[in-house]
C-alpha cells in the first residue's frame, strides 16, 4: 500500500502549481482523500479534502476559490489544483487516504516552495 505525491517545486506568487498523488495497493475510490500541508513548527492542517461518495469537496477559509481537488478513479489518482499562490502556501504537501474500516495512509510529502 503506497502514496506517492509528485508535482511540487518552486512557483512565483500568483502562479500555480498541480500536485497528483498516485495510489498504489488499494482502490483509491473507496477511500475519503485529502491534501494536509505542514511547515517547520506547525501542525499538519487540511487544505482540501473529497469524499468517497458523492464526491463533496472542503476547503478552510485560507485556500477557498484558489485551490481544487479532484480526484480520477480510472486511473487511481487524486491532485490538488493550485491558483494564485501565495508565499504563505509554501509547505510540504501531503496527500492522505481514510477507508470507512480506518485504514489511514499518508504519502511521503511534497515540497512546495511560493517565492520570487
Known amino acids: 500500500v503506497q502514496l506517492v505525491e509528485s508535482g511540487g517545486g518552486l512557483v512565483q506568487p500568483g502562479g500555480s502549481l498541480r500536485l497528483s498523488c498516485k495510489a498504489s495497493?488499494?482502490?483509491?475510490?473507496?477511500?475519503?482523500m485529502s491534501w494536509y500541508r505542514q511547515v517547520p513548527g506547525k501542525e499538519r492542517e487540511l487544505v482540501a479534502g473529497?469524499?468517497?461518495?458523492?464526491?463533496?469537496?472542503v476547503y478552510p477559509d485560507s485556500v477557498k476559490g484558489r485551490f481544487t481537488i479532484f480526484r480520477d478513479n480510472v486511473k487511481n489518482m487524486v491532485y490538488l489544483q493550485m491558483n494564485r499562490l501565495k508565499s504563505e502556501d509554501t509547505a510540504v504537501y501531503y496527500c492522505?487516504?481514510?477507508?470507512?474500516?480506518?485504514?489511514?495512509?499518508w504519502g511521503q510529502g511534497t515540497q512546495v516552495t511560493v517565492s520570487s
Open positions: 473529497i469524499a468517497s461518495v458523492g464526491g463533496a469537496t
Open positions: 495497493g488499494f482502490t483509491l475510490s473507496t477511500y475519503d
Open positions: 492522505r487516504a481514510r477507508g470507512v474500516t480506518g485504514a489511514d495512509y
